[in-house]
């Protein structure tokens, strides 16, 4: 990309920008800005390393505040690890190759001529580009583009960092107040058999309890422990199937 755009480049820049998140911006500087590195502005102001940082702020709060509602059985350092993970700079870094954000960046001669950009630059501008949204469109519109994109990878990172944690504790807490051992039913499968979901409850006493979605059944089984676990202590479910 040129360190020199005319007015019509920057527009198709930003109108396809805009398509490919499926935002539009009222205030299109913000975007201009968030796509905007050191290397292709004409002064550090006008680059988007102060987006960046309220971009990380924004895209913590969304996180810990998901965190805190999605898994009301994990205490302070499984939401804290859990939350290092998916918002790293890998997976910043990650969003912008999924999105195809080097596509739109604004660089300069040295950065331009890159067959492959470096990953701190993509995960800056995923990061600015999270803080424009919100400056231009507010938290609610923020939380919605975040979610899309971290809420499968939270859910990943919280079944492999507890895979057996929670049914353990089902567990114990079957035998404890039923003294029985839970079963896990399979109530339904859905997808070619190379990539099948399964619909699975945890079933204490004869009790089904409220079944979750997994994308196997050891991740299924683990939703449906925590499903559990919830239900039994009067607390929302964070996997509802249904």
Same mark, same amino acid.
């Given at each position: ?17 805009? $398509?490919?998140? $499926? ?6 500087? @913000? ?23 309220? #971009? ?53 001669? #040295? ?32 939380? $919605? ?30 035998? $404890? ?7 896990? @039913? ?57």
């Amino acid at each position: 990309m040129p360190t020199e755009w005319t007015a019509a480049d920057v527009a198709e820049i930003l109108e396809n920008c805009q $398509r490919t998140i $499926r935002y539009r911006f009222r205030q299109p500087e @913000l975007l201009r800005a968030a796509l905007t590195h050191t290397s292709g502005a004409n002064t550090r102001a006008a680059s988007n390393e102060r987006l960046e940082f309220l #971009g990380d702020a924004v895209l913590g709060l969304i996180c810990c505040e998901q965190l805190f509602h999605r898994y009301p059985n994990y205490h302070e350092g499984d939401m804290t690890k859990i939350k290092s993970l998916v918002v790293s700079r890998r997976i910043c870094a990650l969003i912008s190759q999924q999105l195809g954000l080097d596509k739109y960046l604004f660089l300069g001669k #040295g950065m331009g001529h890159a067959k492959e950009l470096p990953a701190n630059v993509l995960a800056d501008v995923f990061e600015s580009l999270v803080a424009a949204i919100y400056l231009d469109g507010g938290l609610e519109v923020a939380r $919605r583009f975040v979610l899309h994109w971290l809420t499968p990878i939270m859910e990943r990172v919280s079944a492999e960092a507890h895979a057996g944690n929670f049914k353990s504790l089902l567990q114990q807490v079957a035998q $404890r107040e039923f003294g029985e051992t839970p079963r896990y @039913l399979v109530l339904d499968e859905q997808g070619p058999d190379h990539n099948k979901c399964f619909k699975v409850a945890a079933q204490i006493n004869q009790r089904n309890f409220i079944a979750a979605w997994g994308r196997n059944k050891k991740e299924a089984e683990l939703k449906a422990a925590m499903n559990a676990l919830a239900q039994i202590q009067g607390k929302p479910v964070p996997f509802p199937a249904d």
